[in-house]
């Protein structure tokens, strides 16, 4: 299988380097200012970059990165501190996600504290080399948190979404959590109004009625070397990032 660096784009170093960041975090500021104060998402982020030269990927990650104060408090009074025993998963937010973090690839911390990525889905996938890797850490967290049942649900339009199924339910028979794998037309309509939910999606996270942050559980714990983005009011006197090697794994 070819070595694939999912989300890797070779202008990261420049596009989020530290002269980047300080114009990101000026451009968060004023772009957060602008929401909480009722201005639509969409016209407010094309303004405020427009004017900081923000290039297309930077404007995406803002927009992954930002809230509002009213989401934040939502998302955070639905937060669960600790893994309950069963969980429903968004499928391709999470695994892709990790393979992502496997990848040495750029994520960045929103301000809810979940961990997105830029990879983008656009309605096809395909299992590469990080994808063993990202499951075995999804499963092994399953097992060290407790969980006894997780339902893990894949969009059925996006492409190898059946193959992802099967290789999910090959490896979960190593591992004592009971795992169902459910192929579905529209996996965000689903979460909505769910409890026990697994995604970074911002849409499923102000719909759902509980979430545990699980994609930032396993990061931080398996993955410590995963390039993150973080955005704080420190950025000026000092790197919200430090950029570190590439992780590598055999």
């Known amino acids: 299988m070819d070595v694939v660096r999912r989300g890797f784009d070779p202008m990261d170093d420049i596009l989020f380097g530290r002269k980047s960041l300080e114009k990101l975090q000026t451009a968060a500021q004023e772009l957060t200012y602008l929401i909480n104060r009722g201005y639509d998402l969409k016209s407010a982020s094309t303004f405020v970059c427009n004017h900081h030269l923000l290039a297309e990927r930077q404007r995406l990650a803002l927009a992954r990165i930002v809230s509002t104060d009213a989401a934040l408090a939502n998302r955070e009074q639905k937060r669960l501190k600790t893994a309950p ?108 109004g769910m409890k026990h939910v697994v995604s970074s999606d911002a849409i499923v996270l102000d719909k759902c009625r509980s979430w545990f942050n699980l994609n930032r559980e396993i990061i931080t714990t398996a993955i410590p070397n995963a390039w993150i983005v973080r955005l704080d009011e420190n950025t000026k006197r000092e790197p919200p990032v430090r950029q570190i090697p590439y992780p590598s794994f055999s």
């Open 85 to 192: 025993s069963s969980l429903f998963v968004d499928g391709f937010n999470t695994i892709i996600t990790l393979e992502v973090a496997l990848s040495g690839s750029i994520l960045l911390q929103g301000m809810d504290g979940t961990i997105r990525d830029l990879a983008g889905l656009r309605g096809t996938y395909r299992i590469v080399d990080k994808t063993e890797m990202a499951v075995h850490l999804l499963l092994q967290q399953f097992q060290t948190l407790g969980v006894r049942r997780a339902t893990i649900y894949l969009d059925q339009p996006v492409s190898n979404s059946g193959r992802l199924k099967s290789f999910l339910l090959d490896e979960a028979a190593h591992y004592p959590v009971e795992l169902q794998v459910e192929l579905l037309p529209a996996v965000d309509g689903a979460l909505e």
